[in-house]
């Protein structure tokens, strides 16, 4: 690939990234200068600013739909994998990337196209076709650009994704043809002497159910020649006129004698015979769900067989929320989709004798039923070992994990000792580390008291004959043989510990700056060579003084210097785990503090290694071989709050710590913390930790997440200084993000360091009003640091076949896709 000097500084000029104003604030200045070097009145710019935000608002929403429709690929990747494009003319070049970093989103057709074309069609139109004017870019500072007219910067602005590498010249041309079309429609609709627009019909909402009939309100507005008529059907009823109000309001009680679905059918007609129709759709279901409990049956002995098993009916209305009960005690959720439940039943704090059994559902109308079973239980269940982690046969584990051993009842924690719960280095020499269970006895870890040795093989051991349950004193099923007693063994590797001469590492680490977004123009700019994301960036803000050190090797610490850098000179080769404490900064900005990342990595054995080149994949480590910028995300130091050691204290998060949500998510977001819950680093109780939330760049886990999941919601750090876990697991809500229904499962992720990824911990169950998800009974945070959400189902959208006739055409249809948007690239 080669450019010229001025081919260079055009796709810089117009790259407009995160952090910049982006394309639509770029026209914005160009149609600010311009209007103030004509002298235009304020009636004026009011016209010219909503014309051309219109347009540009359709012109993203046209763009995007676009790509996504067509998902078509980027060039990086169509040259890459040319052999695989089914065209012999192509040659493939794995070595071949774009000047521009390429956006993680399909590339028919050019937003900035779009934009600009759309952009200088309406100021064509508003401001004159033969104005010239020169602009300069936050992208690049220092530099201005002359243009003739409007079009030559749509045209430059366009052609520059094309220097960038990262469009095709038919997708630059179609964006600037299609942001044309777009600017036409929207002059039409502001003409102001004809009213093509028609009424614009605004409905209160209304619950998707009901249990009784409502009151639908709402108003009725037009632009310009005023509303004429208005009239409202009921499903394929008679029409009948709507009474509004001198201002178009109206309110129309229902009275619907009978169950079912209706639909609303309003109309409205403006003087210049303009017509709207808005549909209002409802449930009306005054029945309560129908629930038969098929097992167990009153006096059936659950032990024998703990399964619920139901058949259900939402009669009407979707259920939103099902649990069952034993004996009054805290509900279990239960995922209640299609006609049937079929539940394992949680026996783990039942004694023998009668019981009750409390199954409730609750459809979105409101309606509940409650059926009450009374059981029976002949004898407690089996006191045995039901996970481990890490996982037997583990590998590269590393060296400051602590296993946990979980239960399938309390355990009796006074029963454990060193002497039966313990583990062994490869000479059998047991490791000293203490005992930490869980406050209600349903697991334990263990914490050594020094880094495990590298490139072992750990053996835990459970020895079964002195480990007895809470509630009977039963011995402990160590070997799952059906006989209390018994020892269980289970084996994991550590990484590697040995420095290598010749293997080094090194990094550098920044602070995202004001906007907390890495990469940006407000912490990096392009160096002499005027390339971004080559070796001679300028990264403005480097953090001085974080701890630096691989895991297992705490006692060869280095600081970052005043330029952000770090290095060691011999390093073990293979996977470590790198972790970098921001905590100790000596140049974080005023009310913030940087918090503690651990990252997997590859090294390589024999040659420099950087942080960014040893980290995620192996195509991403070739890709930023060379790379060796790390970022550690702003924590504002008030997000902690203290934790009562007497009653629970619930963490809420504040608009400074979570930007990127809106006042309705954050209020959807927070931490339950039960006092005396926090432990340090030898499993000590801390009194009155402090606690926090804060959300974080999506960037800076993208390489955590679990193989395969590539959409979550925001992410998450939870910061309490001291603390290393919980022993009563945090009940945590999240918004609703992805707008699952009622009712669903969603997974969340917490971050791992056997593998250094964010991996499932456990499940949420979004509430009955859609709007938040809470952990599930017996599951939540139990230790800080970095989690999430998933998406419900899987993910599945290959790209489109590069052959395919890019001819569909679609209609726009607004979608929340996450809380950051990577919109105008």
């Not at 009407?316 to 009960?325: D, E, K, L, M, Q």
């Amino acid at each position: 690939t080669s450019r010229t000097a001025d081919q260079t500084e055009v796709a810089r000029f117009w790259s407009d990234g995160l952090g910049t104003v982006t394309p639509p604030g770029h026209w914005n200045e160009i149609a600010s200068q311009v209007a103030q070097q004509q002298g235009n009145s304020l009636a004026a710019n009011i016209r010219l600013f909503a014309e051309l935000n219109t347009a540009l608002a359709d012109a993203a929403i046209v763009a995007w739909d676009a790509k996504y429709t067509y998902d078509l690929w980027r060039p990086v990747t169509a040259i890459q994998n040319a052999t695989d494009d089914g065209n012999d003319a192509t040659v493939a070049d794995p070595e071949w990337y774009s000047f521009l970093i390429t956006p993680n989103f399909p590339e028919y057709v050019s937003g900035h196209s779009t934009f600009s074309g759309a952009a200088a069609a309406v100021l064509n139109q508003l401001l004159g076709t033969d104005v010239s004017f020169t602009i300069d870019s936050q992208g690049l500072p220092g530099v201005s650009r002359f243009f003739p007219n409007f079009d030559a910067a749509a045209d430059e602005a366009g052609r520059s994704r094309i220097y960038g590498g990262i469009h095709y010249e038919f997708s630059n041309q179609d964006g600037l043809s299609t942001g044309r079309d777009i600017s036409e429609f929207v002059h039409s609709v502001f003409a102001t002497n004809i009213d093509v627009t028609a009424p614009v019909i605004h409905v209160t909402p209304v619950p998707v159910a009901t249990s009784s009939n409502l009151t639908i309100e709402g108003q009725i507005t037009d632009n310009l020649s005023g509303v004429a008529t208005a009239s409202i059907q009921v499903d394929n009823g008679p029409v009948v006129p709507l009474t509004t109000d001198a201002n178009g309001r109206f309110s129309l009680p229902t009275r619907f004698d009978s169950d079912g679905t209706y639909v609303f059918h309003i109309r409205a007609f403006d003087a210049a015979g303009n017509a709207s129709l808005q549909d209002l759709r409802f449930v009306l279901d005054s029945v309560a769900p129908v629930l038969n409990i098929v097992s167990p049956s009153t006096g059936d002995d659950i032990g024998q067989s703990p399964t619920l098993s139901a058949t259900i009916d939402g009669t009407g209305s979707i259920i939103t929320r099902a649990f069952y009960a034993l004996d009054g005690g805290s509900p279990v959720p239960l995922t209640a989709g299609g006609t049937a439940l079929n539940v394992a039943l949680n026996l783990a704090n039942l004694g023998p004798g009668d019981h009750e059994l409390t199954v409730s559902l609750t459809d979105a109308a409101g309606n509940n039923t409650t059926r009450t079973t009374s059981v029976t239980l002949a004898q407690r269940m089996a006191f045995s070992i039901s996970s481990m982690t890490p996982a037997s046969g583990s590998s590269d584990v590393g060296s400051t994990y602590r296993p946990q051993v979980h239960f399938t009842r309390p355990v009796d924690v006074s029963s454990l000792n060193a002497g039966n719960f313990y583990a062994t280095d490869t000479t059998g020499t047991k490791i000293p580390a203490a005992i930490v269970p869980a406050a209600e006895g349903t697991f334990a870890w263990l914490f050594f008291n020094n880094p495990l040795p590298g490139a072992s093989t750990v053996t835990l051991h459970v020895d079964g004959s002195t480990i007895r349950a809470a509630a009977d004193a039963v011995l402990l099923d160590a070997d799952g043989d059906g006989t209390p007693g018994g020892v269980f063994t289970s084996q994991f590797a550590t990484v590697s510990l040995t420095p290598l001469i010749g293997t080094s590492l090194s990094g550098r680490v920044f602070d995202p700056g004001p906007d907390l977004k890495p990469m940006t123009v407000d912490d990096v700019k392009a160096g002499a060579d005027g390339i971004l994301h080559t070796a001679d960036d300028v990264f403005l803000h480097p953090i001085a003084n974080a701890k630096v050190f691989i895991l297992g090797l705490e006692s060869q610490v280095v600081y970052t210097d005043a330029n952000g850098y770090f290095s060691f000179a011999a390093a073990p080769a293979g996977t470590i785990k790198l972790a970098i404490d921001g905590r100790t900064a000596t140049n974080a900005p005023s009310g913030v503090f940087f918090p503690e990342m651990v990252m997997d990595l590859q090294l390589e054995v024999g040659r420099a290694n950087t942080v960014m080149g040893t980290m995620g994949t192996s195509a991403g480590r070739a890709a930023n071989l060379t790379r060796d910028e790390i970022y550690l995300p702003r924590v504002q130091t008030s997000s902690l709050q203290t934790v009562s050691n007497t009653v629970p204290t619930m963490i809420t998060v504040a608009p400074e710590s979570a930007a990127n949500l809106t006042p309705e998510q954050r209020s959807q977001l927070s931490l339950t913390v039960q006092p005396g819950t926090a432990v340090d680093a030898a499993g000590n109780l801390i009194p009155n930790p402090q606690i926090g939330i804060s959300t974080v760049p999506a960037e800076l886990v993208r390489d955590m997440l679990p193989p395969g999941l590539m959409q979550h919601t925001f992410d998450i750090t939870i910061q309490a200084p001291g603390v290393a876990a919980f022993d009563t697991p945090l009940t945590m809500t999240f918004p609703n993000i992805f707008g699952a229904a009622p009712g669903t499962q969603l997974n969340f992720l917490s971050f791992d360091h056997t593998t250094g990824r964010l991996v499932i911990e456990g499940t949420t169950t979004v509430s009955p009003d859609g709007r938040y998800a809470t952990t599930d009974p017996g599951q939540g945070i139990t230790k800080p640091g970095w989690h999430g959400l998933t998406p419900p189902g899987s993910q599945n959208d290959p790209p489109c076949d590069p052959n395919a006739v890019h001819d569909v055409n679609v209609t726009p249809v607004a979608v929340t896709a996450g809380v950051t948007d990577y919109f105008f690239k």
